[in-house]
């Protein structure tokens, strides 16, 4: 889900900067995807030529009507067709005859000639501007469409992927030793354990997240995780985590729909929300004159609020996105004393409330109060519990209206920032790098060293649309030798 706020960044001119910022503002990610992956244009010199037939034509009835340019019009006439014959069966350079050249040049003589003339300006405008108009509606229809197919791409389960979760549904099914009882084991309640929570649809992405935790850890027998997933990936997950063995963590498969209905029926948040991205066009309030700088920021979904009821028998937990790669030991974590906060989150001061009024309604807010991203986060639930965060968050939604689906997702936004604005606990920037979904700028080095990366954005590293330069920091967690993932053809 991607909300549209506008903002500023750096950049070189005032009209480049607007254009950046409008492509942004439409198509968010894949103006940068676009860019990285343009080709080499094989019809450049078609193009050429039919901008040079869109000016002939657009001067030829004006010189036709003056006298004494007779000659004129018919070296015009006859270029006009030189060029809509070799364009009627070329397409891109190719299929051009080597003499192409000589009738470019020839006829950008006549064109010359035909500007050196006294005309009705009036005509060739109103010719010209028809031109433009035409064109420019034609680039954006293709860029609309090739922007829809990238998001159908980013959004689209791969056939592979589906595959590989239907496989290890059926083999759940098939197995002999299917556990019936999904109560919680004395293991996941236990606070002697450091308890990890995960939301996600995503085997291979819950496995990454999993994986890459207890390779860094030093201790990783003393680790629970729990994945919250939903009804249609719920035995696919329990499958694949009950085969795999994560260096001694224990790990929990939760049907987030089923304990909701079952054990919550009074909440109506009843499907599965993942953690929520919202496309964020910054403005720098220092440096009013720089450019618009794109940011995808991820905030708790409606699911999150329910965390707390749903682990009513722990304490304090660190919320994974299943888009995070971890890369050093987290165990620090659980030394922090968060002062009586309830969110430990790395903030993000690029934006504040306060620029944000058109967002977050006429409920009070502090408007110099700094926006937070999800990815890692140290959650104390007994302070949750205590400053009533879950009621606050039923009491707020009703304030909202929805008219569908989006609607309700895109209200995250505005409730993860309300009720967490004094509830934050600051967290070490360095303890996460976002940004590995969107921005191709982002320096490997920075990578290699950071303690966890998060792949906020659009290009995910499990899909085709992944930026390659990142993928391998994911791909390296990956299980490896599976052979449902051999005869799905998975290959992220």
């Not at 409606?302 to 028998?313: A, G, R, T, V």
């Not at 304030?399 to 967490?420: G, I």
């Not at 920091?473 to 053809?489: A, H, I, P, Q, S």
Request: aromatic share 10%; glycine share 4%.
């Amino acid at each position: 889900m991607i909300k549209d706020i506008q903002g500023r960044r750096k950049g070189s001119k005032p009209d480049e900067v607007e254009k950046v910022k409008a492509c942004q503002l439409e198509f968010g990610s894949y103006c940068l995807w676009s860019i990285e992956h343009r080709e080499v244009m094989k019809d450049s010199t078609v193009k050429k030529l039919k901008d040079q037939l869109f000016v002939a034509r657009s001067y030829y009835p004006t010189i036709a009507k003056l006298e004494g340019q007779e000659a004129l019009t018919q070296e015009m006439k006859q270029n006009i067709q030189e060029h809509e014959r070799v364009l009627s069966v070329s397409t891109v350079d190719a299929d051009l005859p080597s003499f192409i050249n000589k009738w470019m040049e020839q006829m950008e003589r006549t064109i010359a000639r035909a500007k050196s003339c006294t005309v009705d300006c009036k005509n060739v405008d109103r010719k010209l501007r028809q031109i433009l108009v035409m064109t420019e509606d034609e680039a954006h229809f293709h860029m609309k469409q090739s922007a829809f197919l990238y998001n159908l791409g980013a959004q689209t389960l791969q056939k592979s992927h589906h595959c590989f979760s239907m496989r290890l549904t059926l083999e759940y099914f098939k197995s002999s030793s299917l556990d019936s009882d999904d109560s919680p084991p004395g293991k996941f309640n236990s606070p002697k354990y450091r308890h990890y929570i995960t939301l996600s649809k995503n085997v291979l992405a819950a496995s990454v997240v999993i994986n890459s935790t207890v390779s860094s850890c030093k201790d990783p027998g003393n680790l629970a995780f729990h994945i919250l997933t939903d009804a249609q990936n719920f035995y696919a997950m329990k499958h694949w985590f009950a085969r795999n063995s994560y260096r001694n963590a224990f790990i929990h498969v939760i049907n987030y729909e089923a304990i909701v209905l079952e054990k919550l029926p009074k909440y109506n948040i009843r499907q599965l929300y993942l953690p929520e991205e919202f496309r964020v066009l910054v403005r720098s309030i220092k440096q009013p004159t720089e450019n618009t700088r794109m940011e995808y920021l991820s905030l708790f979904s409606h699911s999150h609020f329910l965390i707390p009821e749903i682990f009513h028998y722990l304490k304090k937990v660190v919320l994974l996105d299943d888009d995070v790669v971890v890369q050093r030991d987290l165990s620090f974590l659980w030394n922090i004393d968060m002062g009586g906060k309830v969110n430990g989150a790395v903030k993000y001061c690029g934006l504040k409330l306060g620029q944000m009024k058109n967002v977050l309604g006429k409920t009070a807010y502090d408007p110099k109060s700094c926006a937070w991203m999800s990815g890692v986060n140290l959650i104390d639930l007994d302070k949750w519990r205590e400053h009533n965060v879950t009621e606050n968050y039923l009491l707020l939604l009703k304030k909202f209206k929805f008219k569908d689906e989006q609607a309700l997702r895109a209200a995250a936004f505005p409730l993860s920032l309300l009720l967490f604005q004094h509830l934050i606990y600051p967290l070490d920037e360095n303890l996460t790098l976002a940004g590995l979904g969107y921005d191709y700028r982002i320096d490997e080095e920075v990578a290699r060293r950071s303690a966890s990366l998060h792949y906020n954005g659009n290009m995910k590293p499990w899909l085709e649309l992944g930026i390659p330069d990142y993928k391998k920091y994911w791909k390296r967690f990956l299980v490896r030798g599976d052979r449902f993932m051999d005869e799905c053809n998975v290959n992220p």
